[in-house]
């Protein structure tokens, strides 16, 4: 095994965004002044830790182009696929000529423009030295209910529950494999679910509540504030 793998970033950024109401896909929307995927990608960029960032575009998308960041060279472009997993394994086979089987690859939602360089350092630094990887994450402050067509079945065991975030932090070959195995699997909702179809136990690390994803357009106000904050 290699004693200093290269790390690269993996962004999918060929979603549509339903839940956003909007004329265009949501990493295009303004924020603070740029669109939401330029602050993703700059936050990438800017932490010096990725050889490159490869980001997944759909093959239909006008507005990449228009943006200063598609020439940048650190970012690469592949074509996105029909769901987040295909558009994540079509990224990773874009790095098939330059990434060795135990490069580290960090795979960040382009819809989460807030966050931290700290937090991609501090995942780094927890995860390093791992076989397998894992997730940024947060555990849930609500008590949480399983529910049946609005009638609570039960309570969950709070302590037990995180929520996914991004990025997910995994090597390039184990990733690419697990993905490649699980195609088309409706359970693959993040990279981590393909891995644990394979067996094996990625990790938690705590993350930052403002690391949101835009979901709904009332989230875009949020992230501006968050982004005002942080800087
Ligand atoms: O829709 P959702 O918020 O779960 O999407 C998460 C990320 O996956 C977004 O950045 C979106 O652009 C991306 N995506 C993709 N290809 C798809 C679907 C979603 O790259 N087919």
């Not at 830790?49 to 507005?63: G, M, T």
């Not at 558009?87 to 960040?108: K, P, Q, R």
């Not at 990887?133 to 039960?154: C, F, M, P, W, Y």
């Not at 065991?157 to 997910?168: E, F, G």
């Amino acid at each position: 095994m290699s004693d200093s793998p290269t790390f690269w970033a993996v962004v999918p950024a060929a979603g549509v965004g339903k839940r956003m109401q909007s004329d265009r896909p949501k990493q295009y929307l303004p924020l603070a002044g740029k669109t939401v995927i330029e602050h993703t990608l700059g936050r990438l960029v800017d932490s010096g830790c990725f050889a490159k960032v490869a980001v997944a575009i759909s093959q239909e998308d006008p507005y990449w182009p228009e943006l200063d960041v598609s020439s940048n060279p650190f970012v690469i472009t592949a074509p996105g696929g029909k769901e987040r997993a295909d558009s994540v394994l079509s990224a990773l086979n874009s790095l098939g000529d330059t990434a060795s089987e135990n490069d580290w690859v960090l795979v960040h939602d382009a819809a989460r423009p807030c966050l931290t360089v700290a937090d991609i350092h501090a995942q780094i630094a927890a995860l390093g030295h791992d076989e397998v990887g894992g997730i940024l994450a947060l555990s849930s402050h609500d008590t949480l209910k399983q529910v049946d067509a609005l009638n609570i079945e039960r309570t969950i065991d709070r302590s037990t529950v995180w929520r996914a975030l991004t990025p997910q932090m995994f090597r390039y070959g184990m990733l690419k494999h697990a993905l490649t195995e699980t195609q088309g699997n409706p359970a693959v909702t993040d990279e981590a679910s393909a891995l644990e179809i394979q067996g094996f136990t990625p990790k938690i690390v705590e993350g930052r509540p403002d690391n949101i994803k835009i979901t709904r357009p009332e989230d875009l106000a949020l992230a501006e504030f968050y982004l005002e904050q942080q800087t």
